[in-house]
């Protein structure tokens, strides 16, 4: 659904996905300040996609979306965390590989993992960027 955003239409990407990239830089509370239609597309479709596809109770979806909603909190995170080289080990993205997306808007569209990005040469490793993905210089 991310990519969808960014590669669907000039359109579709200015009217959903385009007011969350006003953040650069982004910081914990940026995760969840982006436009209604953007909140649709990457998170009720979504939803209704796997509900219908994924069987489970009331309580699965309410975990998975508690679990969810932290981890885009913790990739918008201006901090580093002590489990970033785990994480970027088996695959997951980090808030690095999510600046990186705020700073050049064309790589690591992954939220969760970042498999697809590698496997389609859209990831770049922040370490390559010059600096840490904090610095306003990336």
């Known amino acids: ?5 960014h590669k669907i239409s000039a ?16 910081r914990v509370f940026d995760a969840f300040d982006g ?8 998170i009720l479709v979504p939803m209704v996609i ?10 699965s979806y309410m975990t998975f979306g508690s679990l969810y909603a932290n981890w885009l909190v913790l990739i918008h995170s201006e901090y580093t965390h002590p489990w970033d080289g785990i994480f970027r080990r088996l695959g997951f993205g980090t808030a ?5 997306h705020h700073r050049l ?3 690591n ?9 590698k496997a389609l040469g859209t ?16």
Not at 11 to 20: A, Q
Not at 109 to 117: E, I, N, P, Q, V
Not at 123 to 138: A, C, E
């Open 96 to 100: 690095a590989d999510h600046h990186v």
């Open 11 to 26: 359109w579709v990407y200015k009217m959903s996905h385009k007011p969350h990239h006003r953040f650069t830089n982004p």
């Open 50 to 59: 796997t509900s219908r596809l994924v069987p489970a109770n009331v309580w």
């Open 35 to 42: 436009s209604v239609t953007d909140t649709i597309c990457m």
């Open 109 to 117: 569209y992954g939220h969760l993992f970042m498999y697809w990005d």
């Open 123 to 138: 990831y770049r490793d922040p370490k390559m960027l010059g600096g840490t993905h904090f610095n306003k210089d990336v």
């Open 105 to 107: 808007f064309v790589f």
């Open 1 to 5: 659904m991310h990519y969808g955003e």
